[in-house]
Structure formats: structure tokens, C-alpha cells
């Protein structure tokens, strides 16, 4: 992550008597620094699209991710709104004042061979194609799947090995998506782990072992070897 990367941009500019400002860009790259903070080093590739029209602003296209370094900070002590919280301006906008800007975009997002995640316990490489769609007065949704690879998981004070670890998105809010994960410890003969599924703001997590046994026998294994 040591390469801040290259990034061309080119378009045209003109005034249309409906629209205004008119403004037809395209943005490439290869990997551009889009992110340096302690928590976050991230490189992007983008090929975008961009019209601006008025208020209206179109952005599609696709941005590469080749190389991450993601660590986030422990935010376990953070209460997060119930989904039935509704926030609103409650002064409503300013007399006068312009109307916002109207954003439309559909970005496919790659995530390269280097994406690296370390952070709440979880620790590996993250992978996958997701396709994110955004419009007005609407939340960002997602379509697609990431996966963690060579991933380890700490739980009940141990380090976990990720055997599967996926984040499937239907087209819902991209903060919701359905979870496929099993985590597992390797004692002798016995195989003791945890599979988590459900959605990530609801999920249901399952102690299991292969050879079956009871649930507390299961744990035992998992915790105390």
C-alpha cells in the first residue's frame, strides 16, 4: 500500500438552457490511495461513469479493490438505533435554500486477492463481487456476496478457524445482510465449532460437533479442549 496510484479524468462541461450545468465525465484508475488512515489503507481501480445534470447526479460504473488494510475500531460499547427509529429534519429546509442533490448510482465493487480484515475477533481475507445501488430518499442496497478467506474467529477465548464465511446480499439495505458462517476447533478426533446464520443486525448462532453430542459436551470441547 505504498503506491499512491494514477487517475485520469476527462469530460465536458456545457449550459443547457432546461438542465443548466451540464457536466459528462469518466474517471479511471489504477490503484489510486482513496483512504489513508490508521484504521483504514485502501486502493482503488475505478472505471466511472459520472452525468450532472442540474441537481441530478448519475455515477456508474466499477471500482476495483486490489489491496486493503482494514482495521476497524472496537465499537462494542455503541448502542445502535432500533430499526423502527425513524430520524427526521424536524426544522425542514431553510427558505430559500436549493433542493439537494439527487443521486443515482449503480456500482459493481471487486474485491482483489489482498483485502485484508482484522477487527471485532475476525481476522482474514475478504473476497467477492457486490453491486450497490443508491437513489433518493432510499437506503443503499446491495447485490452480490463477500467471503473471508484463511480466516480465524475468536470465540469463548479461543481462535477459531473459518471453514465458511459468507455475507449474501438479496437487494436489501447493504447494512442487512444474510449470514452463512461456521467456525471450528479441531480436538483430536472431535470437531466443536459455532454456525452463524440469520442477518447481521438479527443472528442466530449454534454450537455443534462432529462426532453430535450434547450441546454442553459440544461447548466443553470448544473451550477446554
Do not use: C
Amino acid at each position: 500500500l505504498h503506491s499512491q496510484g494514477t487517475l485520469h479524468i476527462t469530460g465536458e462541461l456545457r449550459f443547457d438552457t432546461t438542465h443548466g450545468l451540464i457536466i459528462q465525465a469518466h474517471a479511471s484508475g489504477d490503484r489510486v490511495q482513496v483512504m489513508g488512515t490508521p484504521e483504514y489503507h485502501v486502493q482503488a481501480s475505478p472505471d466511472l461513469q459520472l452525468t450532472v445534470k442540474g441537481r441530478r447526479i448519475e455515477v456508474d460504473g466499477e471500482v476495483v479493490i486490489p489491496e486493503a488494510n482494514l482495521r476497524p475500531r472496537d465499537l462494542s460499547g455503541a448502542v445502535s438505533p432500533s430499526d423502527d427509529v425513524v430520524i427526521v429534519n424536524a426544522e425542514g429546509a431553510p427558505a430559500g435554500s436549493q433542493p439537494r442533490w439527487q443521486i443515482y448510482s449503480q456500482i459493481r465493487l471487486r474485491l482483489g486477492d489482498f483485502v485484508k480484515f482484522n477487527g471485532f475477533g475476525l481476522k482474514g481475507l475478504v473476497t467477492g463481487d457486490l453491486t450497490l445501488t443508491e437513489a433518493p430518499q432510499r437506503p443503499t442496497t446491495g447485490r452480490g456476496e463477500l467471503g473471508i478467506k484463511n480466516g480465524e474467529y475468536k470465540a469463548y477465548g479461543q481462535k477459531l478457524t473459518i471453514a465458511r464465511g459468507r455475507l449474501l446480499f438479496f437487494g436489501a439495505g447493504v447494512d442487512k445482510p444474510g449470514l452463512d458462517v461456521r467456525a471450528i476447533r479441531q480436538v483430536q478426533q472431535v470437531t466443536a465449532g459455532i454456525q452463524v446464520s440469520g442477518s447481521l443486525k438479527s443472528p442466530t448462532v449454534q454450537i455443534f460437533s462432529e462426532p453430535a453430542m450434547s450441546q454442553g459436551d459440544a461447548l466443553s470441547y470448544l473451550i477446554l479442549g
